[in-house]
C-alpha cells in the first residue's frame, strides 16, 4: 500500500496525518508492505525516514511523472493519495493528476478541503480527481454531502471516515498541568500552526472579561508560525498576538510556545488543558485535526461554527459559538468553569464519542476501503510500463543559461538592447525590459532553488530600484526611456510600459523569495494602481490583469485590487464584444504584438472570478489566434512587426518578435491548466519549438539586433 502526501518532518498538518495514517494501517496490517511517496516543497528535501520510499518536488511537474513511474514498477495494490489543494503544484494542485493519469492502481483519495463555491480551475481538478480515485474519503457528512450537490458524485464513490486521533485516556489533569508550571491554574488551550484565520485574536480579546471573573485561567497558544506565513510574513501574526495580549493587560494569563510539537509532547499539553478552543474564521472548513483530537481525549470544546465543528459537537457534545465573537466566548468560558458537572458531563460524552475516531478503528476502515475499491477495479493492476512508450512523455527543457543577462546588466539596470552580445550603452534603459528582467528572475527562482539564487536576487534588485526610480510619485506613472547618462527622456511612459512594470511587481509581491523585495512590490503596485482606470489601451489592461492576478494571490481581500479586476476584465469583454465577428473573433481590426496576452489575462481572471464569459472569449480568441498563427507545415509563425495584421488585409510573416512566442506559451498553459485540454499543451509546446535550441540540427534563422527574425535560410 503506497500513500501519497506531505510527511514529517515538513511541518504541516498534512504531513502528520500522512504519517499517522500510514503507521496505524501498517499495524492493522502487518503482513502488508506500506511506503510513502512524500511531496517537498525544498530542492534539498527532508531528512525523510526509512517509510519514505520516493520523494517529489510540489512545483516539478516532471517528478510527478516519474513518482508514477516508480509507483508502476513497485505494483502497489492501492494508492491513497492525500488530496489538499495548495501542497500539490500547479493551477489548484493540477500537477497532481499528471501522477494519477499514470498509475496503474486503484486510486483513494482522502479530501482534506471539499469547497462547496470552487473557482472554475478547482472544479476541473475535482471532477478528474473524482473520476480517476476508486474512492473519495472525507472525515464529515458535510463533505460528502458537498461531493453529492456540488460535483455529482455517487454515493458508491464516497466513504465517511473520521480523522484519526490518539488513543488518550481520560484522567486527572493535575500531573500534566505541573510539568508545565501552571499547577493550580485553569488552562485553555489551542494548538495548531498559526497565521490569519485562526481567530486567536478573538480569544485574547475575551480574555479580561474571563480573567476578571476566573483569575487563576492561563490561555495556553501552542504551536509554531505555519512556514508558508513565515516566508511570506515573518512572526507578524504571533507577534501581533503578543502585542494585543500586552496591550489588553493579560499578558500574565497567555503563554505562546512557539514550536511544533512532537506526538507525545501534545498528549501532555492536552491532558493538561480544561478547554479546549478553536476559533477559526471559515466556516468552510471540513476538517479540523486539532479539534479531532482534543474531542476524541474528552476535553470540554468551544468552537466556531465551521463545518467540522458543527457535525462533531452535535448533541451537546461541545458549544459553539459565533465567529469573531469575543464575548461570546467569553460567555461560554464562564458557562463551563460555573458549572463544574455540565463540563464534567460534556467531557465524558466527547470522551466516549471519541472511540470511534481513534487510529487503529480509523485504519481499519481505510483498509476495507482499499479492499473495496480494489475488488470493484474495472481492470486488474497492470504490469510496470505495460503499453507505456518513452515518446509520449513531453519532452526535456533545455538548460537555462543566464550569462547574456548578467552581461546585459549593470548597477542601473538592463540595457534595451545589444550589438551582438555586447550591451548597446546607446540606446540605454527601459522600464518595459527591466520590469521583464524582474519578472525573469521571480519567475526562475520562485522555489527559491534556482543554482545561481544569489547571482538572482543582486540582479533582481538592480531590476526593482530601477521600477522604484522609474514611478513618479507626483502623478503615479511610470517613466519609461532612460539614457546611459541617467536622465529620463520622457515626464511619462507609455500605458502599456506602466501595465507590465504593474505586472512585474504583482509577481514580485506574490514570488520573490525576500520579504523586503516583497515590501517594495507591494507599495510600489499600490500608488501605481489608481491611474489605471483612465487607460485606454488593451495591452495595459491585460498586463495589469495578469499583475493583479498575483497581487490578489496574495492579498485576496484588497478591494482595490479586486474591483479593478471587475472593471478591467469587463473592458476586455466589452472590446471583443463590440469588434469580434465570425471570422475575425478579436478583440481590434488589427493583431498587433504581445497579443497572446489579451486572451492570458482573461483566461486567468476569468478563472479567479467564475466568470464563464471572460473565460469563453479568453478560449476562443486564443484558439483563432493559435489557428493564423502557423505554417502549412504546421510550425508557430506568429505575427510579424512589420505590418501586423489588419482585418481583410495581408498578414505580416517577417520580423518577428521573441516575445509572440513566449506570450503564447504562457498564454496556452493558462488555457491547458483552466481546462486540462491537452491540445493547448500542445500549442504551447508548438510556440516553444519556434526558439532555435542549441543542440538541434535545425537552420539557424537571421535575426535582427532586436532578436527578431528577418528570414529563416532556404533549406
Known sequence: ?????????????????????????????????????????????????????????????????????????????????????????????????????????????????????????????????????????????????????????????????????????????????????????????????????????????????????????VYLVLGATHPHHIAREGERYRLGLEWLAEELGVKDNVIFYNRFVSSTDLKEFISAADIYLTPYLNEAQITSGTLAQVFGAGKAVISTPYWHAQELLANDAGKLVPFANSEAIATAVHDYLSNSSLMECVQKRAWAKGREMIWPAVAQRYIECFQSARAERNIKPRTAFAGYTVASRPHELPPVHIAHIVRMTDGTGIFQHALFTVPDFYHGYCTDDNARAFLLCCRLDENGTFPLAKDLHGLASSYLAFLAMALNRDTGRFRNFMSFARQWLEPAGSEDSHGRALWALGTGVQHSQYLGQRGLCASLFELALDVVSSFTSPRAWAFTLLGLHEFIAAFPTHQKALDLRMDLTSKLVNLYTACATEHWPWFESNATYDNSRLCQALLLSGDAMSNSEALDIGLKSLGWLASIQKTPSGCFRPIGSDGFYERDGARADFDQQPIEAQAMVAACLAAYHVTYDSTWSREARRAFDWFPWPQRSWPIPLRSRHGRVLRWPAS
Not at 153 to 169: S, T
Open 1 to 217: 500500500m503506497a500513500f501519497l502526501g506531505d510527511y514529517l518532518p515538513r511541518l504541516c498538518g498534512i504531513a502528520t496525518f500522512t504519517r499517522d495514517l500510514c503507521e496505524s494501517v501498517s499495524a492493522a496490517s502487518p503482513e502488508s508492505d506500506c511506503y510513502v511517496a512524500a511531496v517537498s516543497d525544498l530542492m534539498e528535501g527532508y531528512d525523510y525516514p526509512p517509510r519514505v520510499r520516493f520523494e517529489l518536488l510540489e512545483k516539478d511537474i516532471d517528478s510527478y511523472r516519474r513518482t508514477a513511474d516508480l509507483l508502476n514498477f513497485n505494483n502497489a495494490d492501492v494508492l491513497c493519495v492525500q488530496h489538499e489543494f495548495g501542497i500539490y503544484g500547479g493551477s489548484a494542485g493540477g500537477h497532481l493528476l499528471a501522477l494519477l493519469k499514470e498509475v496503474r492502481m486503484p486510486v483513494v483519495t482522502t479530501l482534506h478541503t471539499v469547497l462547496r463555491d470552487p473557482n472554475h480551475a478547482q472544479r476541473t481538478v475535482m471532477n478528474e480527481l473524482a473520476r480517476r480515485s476508486e474512492r473519495l474519503v472525507v472525515m464529515a457528512q458535510k463533505g460528502a454531502e458537498i461531493l453529492r450537490e456540488t460535483y455529482s458524485i455517487p454515493d458508491a464513490k464516497i466513504e465517511v471516515i473520521p480523522h484519526g486521533i490518539p488513543d488518550i485516556a481520560l484522567q486527572d489533569t493535575l500531573p500534566s498541568k505541573a510539568q508545565f508550571g501552571v499547577e493550580g491554574r485553569t488552562v485553555l488551550l489551542t494548538f495548531g500552526l498559526l497565521g490569519p484565520g485562526k481567530g486567536i485574536e478573538h480569544v485574547l480579546r475575551a480574555l479580561p472579561a474571563i480573567v476578571r471573573q476566573h483569575p487563576n485561567v
